[in-house]
């Protein structure tokens, strides 16, 4: 059984930081290119960074390039989002999953960004 658990979201003021943590059971996560998500409010949700089953490469969303910085600790099953700069458009509820995405979710974390 998948199972994925997104933590760390929260409100932040414009140009913050958070640190989103996504720890996976249930699968071979040492083995899984894994993506981070995330659903803007009336959007679809849409994958923002690929990140190697190894974390030697990632690949981002121009939205978020050179602001958010993905990486996984396959010991600890986990993967983390480290999100700098934060716009108001960044405000959503991100998720994590595999690459090509299990088709069970967790319930996302809320980020909230605002003046």
């Known amino acids: 059984q998948v199972h994925f658990v997104e933590s760390g979201g929260g409100l932040v003021q414009i140009g913050g930081s958070l640190r989103l943590s996504c720890v996976a059971s249930g699968l071979s996560f040492s083995s899984q290119q894994m993506s981070w998500f995330r659903q803007l409010p009336g959007k679809e949700r849409e994958a923002i960074v690929d990140?190697?089953?190894?974390?030697?490469?990632?690949i981002y969303d121009d939205s978020v390039k050179g602001r958010f910085i993905a990486s996984r600790d396959n010991a600890k099953n986990t993967m983390y989002l480290q999100m700098n700069s934060l716009k108001p458009e960044d405000t959503a509820v991100y998720y994590c999953n595999a690459l090509i995405p299990f088709a069970v979710w967790g319930q996302g974390t809320q980020v909230v960004v605002s003046s």
């Open positions: 990140i190697t089953s190894f974390g030697s490469s990632a």
